[in-house]
């Protein structure tokens, strides 16, 4: 935690320094960085550069010819990305996205303004890769590649959580995430990556899964997720794990096995999948559907990634169901197909309850938990108790990449209205394809750049706490698992009494399962607001 | 801006740039430029203080008399002729007297009176309404009087019309070429959309010449200077009973009218 | 907060396509009439000033209206209207503008419109009325727009919006006032030439503005899911027929100086209006129609029963807004230029093609308000969820 | 400095067609040779520019989605901001390039001190002057055309009587001429005067401003002030596009500071930030359709990479997966 | 290359628009513009001459005539002045179509070239040539 309080904070100053930012060197704040990728993690996975060093060092053991292994990646990334090129070419730095950034929010550092922050890579590639920019030298605008620009950019690139949100106002579709990606694999051609990603990486390379959770500890967590089920439902339920001839592979974000509160809604995918009585298995070997490969480069993403196609054809399953993930589903939607597939050897995903076709995955063959369930609840496959919310004013955050990489907004808003009676939406600047990141996405949400993330996550704070004032809500719903951990952080922090919910959990809350007892508390164990207190709220409103 | 010789070239010199940049430059910047030409003299014009007209009802003896009157202002002005009366373009014209003098009428005037047309036109009055209610100043009274309208102003409001109380104003309710048969090459035509009076030909004025109602007339339109004792106008109004038309608006007419007696 | 208006039901859009299309016959109408001339209208070289122009001092009166929501509220804290005034500030913009595009197709010589600017004629008093239109509409813009937005935000509005709104409200008084100079300085034009033109022209107004804000009040609430307030139309109303019978009153003490002085021009147009002169009477149904609309809803308004009925009460409204629209936006013009200077009388009927462009007219200033009430609805729906 | 700079340039080249063609009379030179040369360039490296862009793969299909994705018939997608194919991204496309449809949903956020709270309002200032610039600066350009081409083709009057609907002496008042002097100096200005604009600028980002101002100045001055004869104008340019030229004309120092102004905007566009409005067609996250998993993307590139294979796998884990009664491929 | 054929269309009409004045003249042959001077009343002069230098009348025209009408129809200052002995009214009419009756020839031909439409027509008649 910051050992600032909230209100000083907030205390955010957005004018920029009266010198030139190419004049300003880059100052490494305490608290607003992650700690150096260690040399195991690199290692592991084979990256370039494994070495022990610390970013606090002045001395980053770079290699002798790192200018030349930097600029020759630029080069090649020109010509394979063609966003990369554009981007570099084409802002004309109208300044459209300089307050949709949240770390600029929160921080009112102008190198946080996504147009600073790419031109801190663009002052390079001009000096490099233009005419212009050889000819006119720093009247153009361009700086040379020096050590502590490198630096800069390892600062700034991991200050950045690729949400999008700043392409959204940009009149050509300048996308950041797409510069802080090739920046990315820039920097860990010089084994530049931060430990909270790179961990995780080699996690997920050599186990399956971000958190290292090794085969036996999968099943023995969703052991006591079933037991916790038991508890409040009375009913029993038996998963299967990689279990051949299955007919859907379900891969969720392995946080939701393991930390508060994605374990309820991993609870809810659960007690949803039993209830419908579906076919389905989980696997330990793709126990990931998150990705921070992505968050380190193309192929990393491409080599984490490929455990999903691997499984699904070794276990012979006909289409995949994919749980509530942000980047996760950035990935399934616009890269995994393009990487691993084609997935000839599965089938155009139908809904085993319902019957229908999920034509928009036709090819990747992979649906959302919230596409499967909107559909299920529009149906009225489900028995629903929306009732059994009601000790809940919820609202709902739109995730980054779902919302801006994918274009799902009305699923989960869908399922939200049906199970729950009180809900209430964020002001409409900071929603939908507007939302505001967590600020703990891409691999930030470590715990030594916690004031990063407080700050990054205040215009998203601040937006939850307008509703928590206006209409006394006291739970924020998502469909990511790094927002379920970083969004509990942060209301913890800006907004008190707003609690992080899964939409999957709410809708398990307020179905009627088979053979369950009189439910008493919701899955955390919370007491529903029975019938007494809504006689007693009745009475006190007669009087 | 004006411009005749004189006026043009010491204008022409000192505009904005040029006259920062010096004249050896202003050739480029506005090449063709040269020298004045030599001094003119003093033009023919007929001036006066007020001009003003009396129309003598008693010298029209036939409508042939005061046709000619008006046809001279029409083919002179290229006035054209409209057949549809709500869209006519009238500068001169007869009108019987309980139209012309509504206010003044009561019902038993000699016969003669009630079949008699009178000549009307703008009254160039001392105060007019009209010029009061201009937006544009497309209407306004010259020193000498006249109540000119400047056409290539004019927004084609009306606020005039509504303003006159006389009728003495015309709207060109659509292009007036089409109806005018005899195209007067030197004097310009209206466009649509602008009003327009009588001016008590100001150009021929300037030119030395009588008002061409006033020319056509034989003697019965008196013309000339009101602040002159000696001039027509002035003889005439001492020696005659003249009215003018609706008085008691104030406006002061510049169109006098002898009606009978002598 | 524009971007509001570009989202809605389809019904929302069946509509704006339909004022569209209108807008779009409306501006064939006039780029005929652009290039034919002004004789594709009904005027005439007797008859100067038709339909356009009675139109724009008919919407002049309902745009200064909106000052009847916001003096109450801003002067006498006047709670109720507080949900109403950013309606009337909002009624008051397309007024506005209609007004402004009235006097531009009533224009002979349309491109040369800036010589209004360009050679300024303080003398004249359509000079001030340009400026008192174009200065009411930045205030009610500015003012309706910046108090909507501060609201929207939850913050408070700008301190210098204060002085705007107070100046609204004499300026409101002033476009009125100034429209009714035109007329009433006019020295030859009996029916005009009246002292009291400004007080009538503000008290009919006052009424029929009122009056079409209480429709569009009660319309609202059936079709959005605003609800304006019981309370504030029934202050509208109380305003709309004490309005109503003040302008009644002043109605007759016109007739009473005219018919008792019997000095006849003062008479004449009387006379054509509602009993015909010298066999001319156009008008004389459209204008007995508009009394007896105008004493039936004094009527309605009235008794009490009447007036909390919301059936009657609509009726009673539509009622006060057609009446006093054939009175003003029609009679009041034309009666002015009948007889003529030379006691001749020619009449005046609209063309079609007037019509056309009159409704092209209309559509734009229904389309402004559409927009304007929407982006104002959806606010205020957003903010009370 | 950043703003020093650019103007002193501009005013640079003002001088040096001043000096060029007012004291050294060089007319070739500054009435053939570098326009010549400038629309060369231009036209050389504008096209050279988007083939160098074209040869850039496109990997992956990144679209940034603004709204609904197409799910379910029964959900409403949001079929421009979030085009599920070919047809819809040209709408998209389209709405952008004409209309700024993104600048169209611009907010602008302040924090309110005394609360701590962050308000977003949306902001259309940026999105209405970007507009009025180039739309005005379109239409400006399109007149143009009438000195270029002889005869005068039938279409461009109407261009012009629209344009010059409004009379203001002689001649008729162009209003884009007008609107684009006003939008160009008012995005000079947002440049300067907010801070943070002003900060995140560039010498290049103020140069074609000001390059564009001088342009619409000198233009409005032969037009309105000194009225340049536009018939040796038009016989002079007619020369140019006829690739016969002739400087028997006389054009006014003025003109030639306007072409020369011209001139260096055309031969510094290939190499500047003006290459947006060629690379707004090429941005692969508006001129894609969101419609990777219904429809495969290939990415030209794609390579085999090192994965850690089921095998591997359970080689490692075979014991602990045994002790859980995981099934294995090999016991 | 990726969206190879796109990308040459959207060049191919770049260049056809950039290059379109170039192509438009190669088909069109520009006429360029010639003025005819010769009037029956100009043919008789001894000294052929404008009322100012012809440079000046080429480049100021607009401006004369711009100002002209406020003198004349304002100011009431309808002289020019006199030149040979003969005095020159500041009219369109009476002084420049005097000598210069071909409209058509003498004033649209120009007009036409560079596609300066004006208004002076709407009201002001050249002579003979002007129909009805």
């Given at each position: 935690?910051?050992?600032?309080?909230?209100?000083?904070?907030?205390?955010?100053?957005?004018?920029?320094?009266?010198?030139?930012?190419?004049?300003?060197?880059?100052?490494?704040?305490?608290?607003?960085?992650?700690?150096?990728?260690s040399e195991n993690s690199l290692t592991t996975v084979g990256f370039p550069n494994p070495r022990k060093w610390s970013s606090a060092d002045t001395d980053w053991k770079l290699p002798d010819n790192w200018q030349e292994i930097v600029l020759k990646g630029m080069a090649e990334r020109l010509e394979k990305y063609r966003s990369f090129h554009i981007f570099m070419d084409i802002c004309v730095r109208c300044g459209a996205c300089a307050d949709k950034c949240h770390f600029f929010l929160g921080t009112g550092d102008p190198k946080n303004m996504p147009v600073l922050r790419a031109e801190l890579l663009r002052s390079v590639y001009?000096?490099?890769?233009?005419?212009?920019?050889?000819?006119?030298?720093?009247?153009?605008?361009?700086?040379?590649?020096?050590?502590?620009?490198?630096?800069?950019?390892?600062?700034?690139?991991?200050?950045?959580?690729?949400?999008?949100?700043?392409?959204?106002?940009?009149?050509?579709?300048?996308?950041?995430?797409?510069?802080?990606?090739?920046?990315?694999?820039?920097?860990?051609?010089?084994?530049?990556?931060?430990?909270?990603?790179?961990?995780?990486?080699?996690?997920?390379?050599?186990?399956?899964?971000?958190?290292?959770l090794e085969p036996h500890t999968i099943t023995s967590s969703i052991d006591f997720l079933l037991d916790e089920i038991e508890e409040v439902t009375g009913v029993k339920i038996e998963p299967t794990f990689n279990r051949k001839g299955a007919e859907i592979l379900f891969v969720t974000p392995s946080g939701d096995l393991f930390a508060d509160p994605g374990t309820y809604t991993c609870m809810g995918y659960?007690?949803?999948f039993h209830q419908l009585g579906l076919d389905y298995t989980w696997s330990t070997y793709a126990s990931e559907g998150g990705n921070f490969g992505s968050f380190t480069s193309n192929e990393m993403g491409k080599r984490l990634n490929s455990k999903i196609y691997a499984e699904a054809k070794r276990l012979g399953v006909k289409w995949i169901l994919g749980g509530e993930c942000g980047h996760m589903w950035r990935v399934l939607n616009q890269y995994m197909d393009t990487w691993n597939g084609p997935a000839d050897f599965l089938q155009v995903p139908v809904s085993p309850i319902t019957g229908t076709v999920f034509e928009n995955a036709a090819s990747t063959k992979m649906v959302h938990i919230s596409e499967f369930t909107a559909d299920l609840l529009k149906h009225n496959k489900i028995e629903i108790d929306p009732s059994r919310n009601d000790h809940y004013k919820v609202t709902y955050h739109d995730s980054c990449n779902p919302s801006r990489g994918m274009g799902l907004l009305e699923e989960p808003r869908y399922i939200i209205k049906k199970v729950c009676n009180n809900f209430f939406e964020m002001p409409e600047n900071t929603i939908r394809e507007k939302t505001f990141c967590c600020g703990s996405g891409s691999g930030l949400n470590a715990s030594e750049d916690m004031e990063l993330r407080l700050r990054g996550g205040f215009p998203r704070a601040n937006a939850v706490k307008h509703v928590h004032d206006k209409h006394g809500v006291n739970m924020l719903s998502c469909i990511c698992a790094i927002d379920r951990a970083a969004l509990t952080t942060l209301m913890d922090y800006w907004v008190p009494g707003v609690k992080v919910i899964g939409v999957t959990e709410l809708l398990a809350n307020a179905m009627k399962m088979k053979g369950e007892n009189d439910r008493e508390t919701d899955l955390r164990g919370e007491p529903l607001s029975g019938a007494q207190d809504g006689e007693e709220k009745e009475d006190s409103e007669d009087a | 801006?004006?411009?005749?010789?004189?006026?043009?070239?010491?204008?022409?010199?000192?505009?904005?740039?040029?006259?920062?940049?010096?004249?050896?430059?202003?050739?480029?910047?506005?090449?063709?430029?040269?020298?004045?030409?030599?001094?003119?003299?003093?033009?023919?014009?007929?001036?006066?203080?007020?001009?003003?007209?009396?129309?003598?009802?008693?010298?029209?003896?036939?409508?042939?008399?005061?046709?000619?009157?008006?046809?001279?202002?029409?083919?002179?002005?290229?006035?054209?002729?409209?057949e549809n009366e709500k869209h006519e373009i009238k500068w001169i014209w007869a009108e019987k007297y309980e139209n012309a003098f509504p206010d003044s009428y009561n019902g038993y005037v000699s016969e003669s009176i009630e079949k008699m047309k009178f000549l009307v036109l703008c009254n160039n009055c001392e105060n007019p309404p009209c010029v009061r209610v201009c937006p544009t100043k497309a209407t306004f009274k010259r020193e000498d009087g006249i109540v000119v309208m400047d056409y290539h102003r004019c927004i084609g409001c009306r606020f005039c019309m509504a303003a006159c109380p006389y009728g003495a104003r015309s709207f060109n309710w659509r292009d007036p070429r089409p109806f005018i048969k005899n195209l007067n090459p030197s004097y310009p035509t209206r466009t649509k959309g602008v009003v327009e009076k009588c001016n008590f030909c100001a150009d021929r004025l300037y030119r030395g010449e009588l008002p061409a109602c006033v020319e056509a007339s034989n003697g019965a339109l008196i013309f000339g200077d009101l602040k002159d004792e000696n001039s027509n106008v002035r003889k005439t109004l001492r020696s005659k009973f003249t009215i003018t038309r609706k008085p008691e608006l104030g406006t002061f007419p510049g169109v006098y009218y002898i009606i009978g007696g002598s | 907060m524009i971007e509001k208006a570009l989202s809605g039901s389809k019904y929302y859009w069946a509509w704006i396509c339909f004022l569209l299309a209108v807008i779009l016959v409306g501006v064939a109408a006039y780029i005929r009439q652009f290039h034919y001339g002004l004789g594709l209208t009904g005027m005439s070289r007797d008859v100067s000033w038709g339909f356009y122009i009675a139109q724009f001092t008919f919407f002049v009166?309902?745009?200064?209206?909106?000052?009847?929501?916001?003096?109450?509220?801003?002067?006498?804290?006047?709670?109720?209207?507080?949900?109403?005034?950013?309606?009337?500030?909002?009624?008051?913009?397309?007024?506005?503008?209609?007004?402004?595009?009235?006097?531009?197709?009533?224009?002979?010589?349309?491109?040369?419109?800036?010589?209004?600017?360009?050679?300024?004629?303080?003398?004249?008093?359509?000079?001030?009325?340009?400026?008192?239109?174009?200065?009411?509409?930045?205030?009610?813009?500015?003012?309706?727009?910046?108090?909507?937005?501060?609201?929207?935000?939850?913050?408070?509005?700008?301190?210098?919006?204060?002085?705007?709104?107070?100046?609204?409200?004499?300026?409101?008084?002033?476009?009125?006032?100034?429209?009714?100079?035109?007329?009433?300085?006019?020295?030859?034009?009996?029916?005009?030439?009246?002292?009291?033109?400004?007080?009538?022209?503000?008290?009919?107004?006052?009424?029929?503005?009122?009056?079409?804000?209480?429709?569009?009040?009660?319309?609202?609430?059936?079709?959005?899911?605003?609800?304006?307030?019981?309370?504030?139309i029934k202050g509208l109303v109380t305003i709309v027929t004490y309005a109503l019978i003040v302008s009644i009153f002043f109605v007759g003490l016109e007739l009473f100086t005219a018919f008792y002085s019997h000095i006849p021009g003062h008479m004449q147009s009387f006379k054509y209006l509602y009993f015909g002169l010298e066999g001319h009477g156009k008008l004389i149904p459209l204008m007995w129609f508009s009394t007896l609309l105008a004493i039936t809803a004094v009527l309605l308004l009235l008794i009490p029963a009447t007036r909390t009925n919301q059936t009657t009460l609509v009726i009673a409204c539509i009622f006060v807004h057609v009446s006093l629209w054939v009175d003003k936006g029609f009679g009041f013009v034309i009666g002015g230029f009948i007889p003529n200077p030379l006691e001749k009388i020619t009449e005046y009927w609209p063309t079609l093609n007037e019509l056309l462009v009159t409704a092209g007219i209309w559509s734009i200033g229904m389309l402004v308000l559409t927009a304007l009430y929407r982006i104002a609805i959806v606010v205020k729906v957003e903010l009370e969820a | 400095m950043k703003i020093l700079l650019p103007f002193l340039g501009v005013i640079g080249i003002v001088l040096v067609?001043?000096?060029?063609?007012?004291?050294?009379?060089?007319?070739?030179?500054?009435?053939?040779?570098?326009?010549?040369?400038?629309?060369?360039?231009?036209?050389?490296?504008?096209?050279?520019?988007?083939?160098?862009?074209?040869?850039?793969?496109?990997?992956?299909?990144?679209?940034?989605t603004v709204g609904q994705q197409k799910s379910f018939p029964w959900i409403k997608r949001n079929r421009f901001d979030n085009p599920s194919n070919n047809f819809e991204v040209i709408v998209r496309m389209a709405l952008e390039v004409l209309l700024f449809r993104s600048l169209f949903s611009n907010t602008s956020t302040a924090l309110k001190e005394d609360e701590r709270r962050l308000v977003h309002q949306s902001s259309k200032w940026l999105w209405l002057g970007g507009l009025a610039f180039h739309w005005s600066f379109f239409i400006v350009l399109l007149r143009h055309f009438r000195l270029f081409m002889d005869p005068v083709p039938a279409s461009l009057y109407l261009v012009e009587s629209m344009d010059g609907f409004v009379q203001l002496g002689v001649p008729v008042l162009y209003w884009t001429g007008l609107i684009l002097l006003i939008s160009v100096t008012y995005l000079f200005i947002r440049r300067v005067v907010?801070?943070?604009?002003?900060?995140?600028?560039?010498?290049?980002?103020?140069?074609?401003?000001?390059?564009?101002?001088?342009?619409?100045?000198?233009?409005?001055?032969?037009?309105?002030?000194?009225?340049?004869?536009?018939?040796?104008?038009?016989?002079f340019t007619v020369g140019l596009f006829s690739l016969k030229p002739n400087l028997t004309q006389d054009l006014g120092l003025i003109f030639y500071i306007h072409l020369l102004l011209v001139s260096v905007l055309l031969a510094y566009f290939p190499f500047s930030k003006l290459m947006h409005s060629a690379g707004v067609f090429l941005s692969p996250t508006r001129n894609m359709p969101n419609n990777s998993r219904r429809i495969r993307h290939i990415n030209p590139w794609n390579y085999p990479v090192k994965v850690h294979t089921y095998e591997e796998y359970e080689n490692d884990f075979r014991d602990k997966m045994k002790t859980v009664g995981l099934p294995l491929e090999k016991e | 290359m990726p969206d190879k054929s796109k990308i040459f269309f959207l060049l191919v009409i770049f260049l056809v628009i950039v290059t379109s004045p170039f192509i438009y003249n190669m088909v069109r042959t520009p006429a360029g513009v010639v003025v005819k001077l010769n009037t029956p009343v100009i043919d008789n002069m001894t000294v052929k001459q404008c009322i100012l230098p012809k440079e000046q009348m080429i480049h100021d025209h607009m401006k004369i005539l711009n100002s002209w009408r406020d003198d004349v129809v304002r100011g009431n200052h309808r002289e020019f002045g006199k030149i040979d002995g003969v005095m020159y009214e500041k009219s369109l009419q009476l002084t420049c179509l005097h000598c210069h009756s071909n409209k058509s020839e003498f004033c649209d031909r120009c007009h036409t070239y560079a596609s300066v439409s004006v208004y002076c027509w709407d009201c002001h008649v050249a002579q003979k040539e002007n129909k009805l």
């Open positions: 935690m910051s050992n600032l309080k909230p209100d000083e904070l907030s205390r955010i100053n957005y004018t920029p320094p009266e010198e030139d930012w190419m004049a300003v060197p880059v100052q490494m704040r305490k608290g607003m960085y992650c700690h150096g990728a001009r000096r490099e890769f233009t005419t212009a920019g050889k000819i006119l030298g720093k009247l153009s605008g361009s700086r040379q590649l020096t050590e502590d620009v490198l630096k800069e950019w390892w600062y700034y690139f991991f200050q950045c959580t690729e949400c999008r949100r700043c392409s959204v106002f940009c009149p050509y579709g300048i996308d950041t995430a797409e510069i802080t990606m090739i920046a990315r694999e820039l920097l860990n051609l010089l084994g530049l990556n931060i430990e909270w990603i790179a961990g995780p990486v080699a996690n997920c390379y050599m186990k399956g899964n971000h958190l290292g659960l007690m949803l | 801006m004006s411009v005749d010789r004189r006026q043009f070239l010491k204008a022409a010199g000192a505009t904005g740039l040029l006259g920062l940049l010096g004249s050896p430059l202003f050739k480029i910047f506005a090449p063709g430029e040269l020298e004045a030409s030599p001094e003119l003299k003093e033009g023919m014009a007929k001036s006066a203080k007020r001009w003003a007209m009396v129309v003598d009802m008693k010298a029209f003896p036939t409508e042939e008399s005061y046709n000619k009157c008006i046809e001279a202002c029409n083919n002179i002005h290229n006035i054209p002729h409209i | 009166g309902v745009a200064a209206s909106a000052v009847m929501v916001v003096l109450p509220y801003y002067l006498h804290d006047f709670k109720r209207f507080g949900r109403i005034t950013i309606l009337g500030e909002f009624l008051a913009i397309p007024s506005v503008i209609m007004c402004m595009l009235f006097i531009f197709v009533d224009m002979g010589q349309p491109t040369r419109i800036l010589n209004v600017i360009l050679h300024p004629t303080p003398n004249s008093v359509m000079f001030w009325d340009m400026i008192v239109l174009s200065g009411y509409l930045m205030l009610n813009i500015v003012v309706g727009w910046v108090s909507l937005s501060s609201h929207y935000k939850l913050v408070h509005p700008p301190k210098w919006i204060k002085p705007l709104v107070f100046l609204s409200i004499p300026w409101a008084f002033s476009i009125h006032t100034v429209t009714a100079f035109l007329y009433s300085g006019l020295p030859a034009r009996h029916f005009w030439l009246s002292a009291i033109m400004a007080v009538r022209f503000l008290s009919s107004a006052f009424a029929s503005g009122p009056a079409l804000l209480v429709l569009l009040c009660l319309l609202i609430k059936r079709i959005t899911k605003f609800d304006p307030g019981d309370r504030a | 067609a001043f000096v060029g063609v007012g004291l050294l009379n060089l007319q070739y030179l500054f009435g053939v040779i570098i326009p010549y040369t400038a629309f060369a360039v231009f036209l050389a490296g504008v096209v050279l520019r988007i083939l160098k862009w074209g040869r850039s793969a496109v990997p992956f299909c990144i679209p940034t907010i801070t943070n604009v002003r900060y995140i600028s560039l010498p290049n980002d103020h140069f074609p401003l000001l390059l564009v101002l001088f342009i619409a100045l000198t233009g409005l001055i032969m037009r309105y002030v000194l009225k340049v004869n536009v018939i040796s104008v038009k016989a | -």
